[in-house]
């Protein structure tokens, strides 16, 4: 039975235009951060969208929560399209999905006070009674960890992690369903990354909570995913489950992101893959498959015909011309 389907989006692309016409050429250039991508996520997953820097993946964490309008495509949540929303109605759907940021000490307001950082989106979004928010807020800084003498202090009074746990408070304040993780550890010390995962995963669970979440770190999705996307020069190339994705990755571009994680036990240790060059310009990417000018096992088709992410069995979804779909195995 298949579960149900909190956010299902379809043919996504958010282009910046850019301008490089020259005094004879009136052509429009864009930068394609996300070109077409559709995915879905259930309701209390976490799927991990991972990639390197620049591949679009923070870019479409935004437009999902439309923070950013998209060029094109729908984002439905709860089978409500909500690119077809006015501002107001946004407003109101806005307390449903949330986003906690890479560098909480930026995306906190340094002139309030902890317990009026978090009080505010409960204004905005809440039918409480000053006393319930007060109350509210102490069940949350209960629930991030922190104690309740803090929600007199700045956020400079705090570390890093500390400031990472407010911000996931804040995130949880408006009472959400779907919360956009974007790189949420990566700016954390090693030894508190995995705390601060924990507490990410106990908070799901605690409120069913529905993660996207964005990283570039593989080990860190692996702890925390149930599925997993691959993000290269704004397309997907691949969508799996977890432990499908870990034990037989199938884009070459998913083997050389795998390939490259340290591997402590010196007889599981595989071979590295090195790619070639670097990420190909977003403004103008190569044709056909994006990632031919660095693919070890290109060929002519590549350079010409783009893969789209096809089925190849259940639930594992690749955009490789190497790839068989399951009717064509069978
Ligand atoms: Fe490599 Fe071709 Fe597959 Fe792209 S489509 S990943 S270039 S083999």
């Avoid at 909190?6 to 864009?30: C, H, M, R």
């Avoid at 950013?68 to 407003?91: C, H, P, Q, T």
């Avoid at 986003?99 to 902890?114: E, G, M």
Wanted: hydrophobic share 35%.
């Amino acid at each position: 039975m298949m579960n149900e389907r909190l956010l299902e989006i379809e043919n996504l692309k958010k282009w910046f235009p850019v301008d490089t016409a020259g005094f004879f050429s009136k052509e429009k250039s864009y930068v394609k951060a996300v070109d077409d991508i559709s995915f879905y996520i259930e309701k209390g997953e976490t799927l991990g969208l991972v990639g390197e820097s620049g591949c679009g993946k923070s870019t479409a964490g935004r437009v999902i929560l439309r923070l950013l309008e998209a060029s094109e495509g729908r984002i439905v949540i709860e089978n409500e399209d909500i690119r077809a929303l006015s501002s107001r109605e946004l407003k109101k759907r806005r307390k449903n999905m949330q986003i906690v940021f890479q560098d909480p000490y930026a995306s906190l307001n340094p002139r309030l006070k902890v317990g009026q950082i978090l009080e505010e989106p409960m204004s905005i979004h809440l039918s409480l009674s000053k006393k319930e928010r007060k109350e509210r807020v102490k069940q949350i800084m209960n629930d991030v960890g922190l104690n309740q003498s803090y929600l007199d202090r700045y956020p400079h009074e705090f570390s890093g992690g500390q400031r990472q746990r407010i911000g996931i408070a804040r995130a949880l304040a408006a009472n959400p369903k779907l919360i956009v993780m974007d790189e949420p550890v990566s700016a954390l010390d090693v030894s508190v990354q995995a705390q601060v995962l924990n507490l990410i995963q106990d908070l799901q669970e605690k409120y069913d909570l529905t993660y996207l979440f964005i990283t570039h770190n593989l080990s860190v999705v692996k702890h925390i995913s149930n599925r997993i996307a691959v993000m290269y020069l704004g397309k997907i190339v691949e969508i799996a489950d977890r432990d499908e994705f870990f034990h037989s990755p199938k884009h070459p571009y998913s083997k050389a992101l795998l390939s490259a994680i340290p591997e402590p036990d010196p007889k599981q240790r595989k071979e590295r893959i090195i790619l070639k060059g670097d990420i190909p310009s977003p403004v103008d990417p190569p044709d056909g498959c994006r990632f031919h000018t660095r693919c070890p096992y290109v060929m002519d088709t590549c350079r010409t015909k783009t893969p789209d992410l096809k089925v190849t069995n259940k639930n594992h979804f690749v955009a490789c011309h190497l790839e068989k779909t399951v009717e064509e195995i069978n």
